[in-house]
């Protein structure tokens, strides 16, 4: 945002099985609610259409990351990881609190 960076993203695209993960997405706090979030994963998506498949993890308490993944970006939450139900991708010491959910996105060309 005027030459000043305000947000980025991590993903890690596997083209064999047109599968993509969004590792990492972020806005800076002060730039957020201004379009930039769905800039940033458009831009994804679109230097990506080979990608049928993307997925993404969110903690289950935010509901700003929750609202933008599923209602602006279009993922479904497909599994919630807890603490009866942990992630094999879940960090040792995993007490409940960090409880996620996993998103998923499928495009519309299969």
């Given at each position: 945002?005027?030459?000043?960076?305000?947000?980025?993203?991590?993903?890690?695209?596997?083209?064999?099985?047109?599968?993509?993960?969004?590792?990492?997405?972020?806005?800076?706090?002060?730039?957020?609610?201004?379009?930039?979030?769905?800039?940033?994963?458009?831009?994804?998506?679109?230097?990506?259409?080979?990608?049928?498949?993307?997925?993404?993890?969110?903690?289950?308490?935010?509901?700003?990351?929750?609202?933008?993944?599923?209602?602006?970006?279009?993922?479904?939450?497909?599994?919630?990881?807890?603490?009866?139900?942990p992630?094999?991708?879940?960090?040792?010491?995993?007490?409940?609190?960090?409880?996620m959910?996993?998103?998923?996105?499928?495009?519309?060309?299969?």
């Amino acid at each position: 945002m005027d030459g000043i960076r305000v947000g980025g993203t991590i993903i890690t695209i596997d083209k064999e099985k047109h599968r993509g993960d969004l590792d990492f997405l972020y806005v800076k706090v002060r730039c957020q609610s201004n379009g930039i979030g769905q800039f940033i994963w458009n831009t994804i998506e679109h230097q990506h259409p080979e990608i049928r498949l993307w997925e993404t993890m969110t903690p289950y308490f935010d509901e700003r990351n929750i609202y933008f993944y599923v209602n602006r970006c279009g993922f479904h939450i497909v599994e919630f990881f807890n603490s009866y139900h942990p992630s094999q991708n879940m960090p040792e010491g995993f007490d409940g609190n960090d409880a996620m959910f996993k998103l998923k996105k499928t495009s519309n060309e299969q």
